[in-house]
């Protein structure tokens, strides 16, 4: 009998001190993360190192600029900070970020660190004992706030730049030195999809290299895809989204992605919509030394506030696609004014959508082309064209905007030499021309879905049309240049600066045809 009052007793207790734990803020089913840096101090507001300015320059350290930054964020929609962190033993980011978990108490707001091993100047995050230890810190003392960020119930621990610590052994021996039943969310940043063996989410820092941010993230998107298809998990989609990126006052060598006055944003954010992200990463909001925040600005004031609230907003709901669907099929489209209606839009949202094909740039209407006339709506990656007499899925047909834009450039493709087959490569005999690496690997994975398996040739075929150029240095319409290949539907540039499987960019066709 005194066996069992002891154990109610000791239950009672127990229940007790829980009753008394503050509760845990838990993140939405579908996040939207914000990079943070609390490393400024007022000497660094320098327009000589920065593209832009805050309103007015700031001490990272200081306790009312993290509350207005908290607020801000807050009523943006945001749900968490991820607060750069260089281990516990560099004490003024360890100290404001832990200002900054302190600062949400009381707010359905989180923060989580990022330790960033790359940049860690004291060593202690270079070596894998000193990740350990510095991991085990957070375990026993942050991850234990009730702001600390939670998804689905696991606190959420995020990386950066994987390779620069170690392969997929390395961060998996971390993981079972300091997790070991893995009770945590391991999120990972990167190109390579291996790291999933591991990490239970990936996500890539800049996407700004890709003046189409829709197709950078179509083309995470089927890597990610991929992966869960062979390896039969189902590992959450996490997108990125950007305003823009100009660090050219303080280095060289990355292309400056402008910000067209809230238009890059505006498009990332809708591609993360489009594609079904889980979550959301935005990349950043301070930044300013290399030009992606979104914190009120003196060129922008709160512009990036404000957009943010709002696609947070059609983000959270559901996942419901923004802009919306009116009545009777139709959806407009905030960007550009313009609305796709009827069997275009159908074909629109049942082939690629947004990512493909890109914004509607006018309204459907009938033009004549090289081809005929027919009723049509250009788009910026393509024009889709009605063809009623075609049975369905040929009742809609791409335009030849390739050929289109080289017959306005005064070369039209049938002109221009010809080649013989060459080993290695694809060679069409219909317009005497070679299909080769990187652009061959790139044209048989993607295509329109026309019911078979996998992505056939046909389904290239239909995207892209045969090749109708070699492969040349040009310059393109954004003013990049580099090795360039046209085909009847599109025309493909060789980006060798990008990471994987960014190298291939498609051209804006449709953008440039106007």
């Not at 943006?76 to 404001?96: H, M, Q, V």
């Not at 390896?231 to 989204?241: C, D, G, L, R, S």
């Not at 694809?426 to 790139?442: A, I, W």
Request: proline fraction near 7%; include cysteine; charged fraction near 20%.
């Amino acid at each position: 009998m005194l066996r069992r009052l002891l154990g109610l007793s000791l239950l009672l207790l127990v229940a007790a001190s829980l009753a008394y734990q503050p509760a845990a803020h838990a993140a939405p089913a579908k996040p939207v993360l914000a990079f943070y840096y609390p490393w400024y101090e007022s000497s660094d507001w320098n327009p000589g190192r920065m593209a832009d300015l805050p309103p007015e320059g700031y001490n990272g350290g200081d306790n009312g600029v993290i509350a207005r930054h908290v607020q801000q964020a807050d009523d943006a929609g945001i749900d968490a900070f991820i607060c750069t962190w260089y281990g516990p033993k560099e004490s003024r980011l360890n100290d404001r970020c832990n200002k900054l978990l302190n600062a949400t108490s009381g707010r359905d707001f989180n923060v989580t660190f990022i330790p960033d091993q790359a940049a860690d100047f004291t060593g202690t995050l270079k070596t894998q004992q000193g990740m350990i230890d510095s991991l085990r810190q957070l375990r026993d003392n942050q991850m234990k706030h009730p702001n600390w960020l939670r998804w689905n119930g696991k606190p959420v621990i995020v990386f950066w730049n994987l390779p620069s610590f170690g392969g997929v052994n390395a961060w998996r021996q971390v993981q079972q030195a300091v997790d070991p039943n893995h009770e945590w969310f391991w999120m990972g940043e990167g190109v390579d999809f291996s790291y999933l063996d591991v990490f239970d989410g990936i996500y890539f820092f800049d996407i700004t290299w890709a003046a189409d941010p829709a197709s950078a993230m179509n083309s995470y998107l089927r890597q990610h895809s991929n992966y869960n298809k062979t390896h039969n998990t189902n590992k959450p989609f996490v997108a990125t989204v950007m305003p823009g990126y100009d660090d050219s006052r303080i280095r060289g060598g990355h292309v400056v992605r402008d910000r067209a006055g809230g238009d890059y944003y505006r498009r990332s954010w809708q591609a993360a919509i489009d594609k079904g992200a889980q979550a959301v990463v935005i990349t950043s909001w301070n930044e300013w030394f290399e030009g992606h925040q979104i914190e009120p600005s003196r060129s922008y004031g709160n512009l990036y506030l404000d957009l943010t609230r709002d696609y947070t907003n059609r983000f959270h709901s559901a996942g419901t696609p923004a802009p919306p669907t009116t009545p009777g099929g139709s959806r407009t489209f905030p960007e550009t004014g313009q609305t796709v209606s009827g069997r275009i839009l159908e074909y629109w949202n049942g082939n690629g959508a947004l990512p493909v094909f890109g914004l509607p740039l006018a309204g459907e209407s009938e033009q004549q082309t090289n081809d005929g006339r027919f009723r049509m709506q250009q788009f910026e990656r393509n024009r889709l064209e009605l063809h009623p007499e075609n049975a369905r899925p040929y009742d809609v047909l791409l335009g030849r905007l390739g050929t289109d834009l080289l017959f306005k450039q005064g070369r039209p493709w049938e002109t221009l030499p010809r080649e013989q087959a060459k080993a290695g490569c694809l060679y069409f005999q219909d317009t005497q021309h070679n299909l080769c690496e990187p652009f061959l690997s790139y044209w048989r994975s993607h295509g329109l879905d026309l019911g078979d398996p996998g992505v056939s040739q046909r389904e290239s075929l239909a995207l892209f049309g045969y090749p109708v150029t070699s492969v040349q240095s040009e310059r393109n319409g954004d003013g990049w240049t580099g090795q360039t290949q046209w085909f009847e539907r599109a025309r493909f540039e060789h980006h060798p600066e990008n990471p994987n499987p960014y190298k291939v960019l498609l051209g804006r066709l449709g953008a440039e045809l106007r």
